[in-house]
């Protein structure tokens, strides 16, 4: 029996991917969307105007596993314009990005435009809107997670990210979720 405590949290935009954070106590932390056990870690991060599925727990060879480049993580994002078959086929293929003052050649992807906008909760912040010119909707799967790394990469090639949210890490998703909502599972049953 799995004596460690795991949730799925649908992170909503303007969180921190944290429960402590030094100095400013305004910031929204992850810690305030529920009361989780002493011990909680995130695993893996999202930035703080990116939204979706963040896995937590207290067992840190749970996170290792998840992390590992063995689990996908799908992304749907929203990009400025209307994106191009050159574009997608170099996000497909793997586009250069600078990851700690060095350039970096992301690994290949699953990148296809999304036939239709996600049903997804509105964002706290409203996205501009399509009177400020177009926008497309394409699902990004990659095997690894750099700091910022699905922005990096469409900026690379010309489409830079309005709208960002993890739909899926390997077989849990944030379907039927609202943002902020926390609920305890079984990792186990998944890694």
């Given amino acids: 029996m799995d004596s460690h405590h795991h949730f799925i949290i649908f992170k909503p935009w303007g969180y921190h991917s944290q429960f402590i954070l030094a100095g400013n106590k305004k910031k929204l932390l992850l810690g305030s969307l529920h009361d989780f056990p002493d011990g909680t870690m995130s695993i893996g991060r999202l930035d703080k105007p990116s939204e979706g599925l963040l896995l937590l727990t207290t067992d840190g060879k749970m996170s290792q596993a998840v992390r590992s480049k063995k689990v996908v993580k799908e992304y749907y994002v929203q990009v400025d314009g209307e994106i191009t078959e ?70 690379e090639v010309g489409f830079p990210t309005l709208r960002l949210v993890r739909f899926r890490i390997g077989e849990i998703t944030i379907e039927d979720m609202y943002a902020g909502e926390v609920r305890e599972v079984d990792l186990m049953k998944y890694f």
């Fill in 86 to 155: 050159e574009a997608l086929t170099k996000l497909r293929n793997g586009v250069e990005i600078m990851v700690e003052k060095e350039l970096y050649m992301t690994r290949p992807s699953k990148t296809h435009v999304m036939d239709r906008i996600p049903n997804l909760p509105l964002r706290a912040k409203p996205i501009r809107d399509d009177r400020h010119g177009p926008s497309t909707w394409i699902s990004i799967s990659i095997v690894e997670g750099k700091n910022r790394q699905i922005r990096k990469m469409t900026a």
